[in-house]
């Protein structure tokens, strides 16, 4: 059963999320709802022209920052210093670069006018956070996402230099680690961050870790 919601910010039981992970249809995405929705282990994905859909799948892939891979390939482009990593100094740069990325199968972007303003809300409140790989100072990879507590929520990801996004991924898990950050959520599974480490665990232990580890 899909739910529907009202102007009330509230979700939900995610053990009512659909055989996909869907959850709810409608609602805003004014920080108090967003906060809420993560902090429930639920994430926004819509298009451009769609209301606001909200998800939970079961099972949830994720990354332990412990566990992150890193390639003997990468180990030479990072050894190299191909990029610089910048952390948080290009937010609305990242977020606009991720909407414009070309993906594979797909025609269009998930991240609308409406999701760069409400991220950028969130990370003028200091809750969005963007990870970026420049070279030459120039902007050529990275990623944004969540932090809260002991959790990081990533959110999307870009590349326009091979490597580059994987590089700013390393380097946010690395500084993730010292601040002894639990777990990254990468929500959905993607081959690419399968070989960094990424696997699925059930909603259940998800929501588990959320509790103790989201203040």
């Known amino acids: 059963m899909i739910h529907f919601l009202s ?15 869907l959850l709810a249809i409608g609602g805003d995405l004014q920080q108090e709802r967003l906060l809420l929705a993560y902090k429930q282990g639920i994430f926004p994905w819509f298009n451009e022209d769609e209301l606001p859909m909200w998800w939970c799948p079961d099972p949830r ?27 948080n100094t290009s937010f609305r ?20 006018d409406a999701i760069i303003e409400a991220y950028e809300k969130l990370y003028m409140a200091g809750i ?5 790989a420049w070279q030459e100072n120039k902007l050529v990879g990275g990623l944004y996402g969540i ?12 590349s326009q230099v091979a490597n580059a996004s994987k590089f700013a991924f390393i380097q946010l898990v690395e500084r993730l680690k010292v601040e002894e950050v ?24 998800f929501l588990k870790i959320l509790e103790r580890t989201i203040s």
């Not at 969005?128 to 970026?132: F, T």
């Open 7 to 21: 102007d009330e910010i509230s979700f939900p039981p995610v053990t009512e999320a659909n055989h996909d992970g």
């Open 61 to 87: 892939f994720v990354l332990f920052p412990q566990e992150l891979r890193v390639s003997k390939s990468m180990k030479q482009v990072l050894k190299k210093e191909l990029f610089q990593f910048r952390f």
């Open 93 to 112: 740069a990242v977020i606009t670069a991720c909407q414009q990325q070309k993906r594979l199968g797909q025609d269009g972007t998930w991240i609308s």
């Open 128 to 132: 969005a956070v963007s990870a970026e």
């Open 147 to 158: 932090r809260l507590g002991k959790v990081f929520f990533g959110e999307s990801m870009f």
């Open 182 to 205: 639990q777990l990254i959520d990468c929500q959905v599974y993607t081959e690419h961050l399968q070989s960094l480490g990424a696997k699925f665990i059930t909603r259940e232990q």
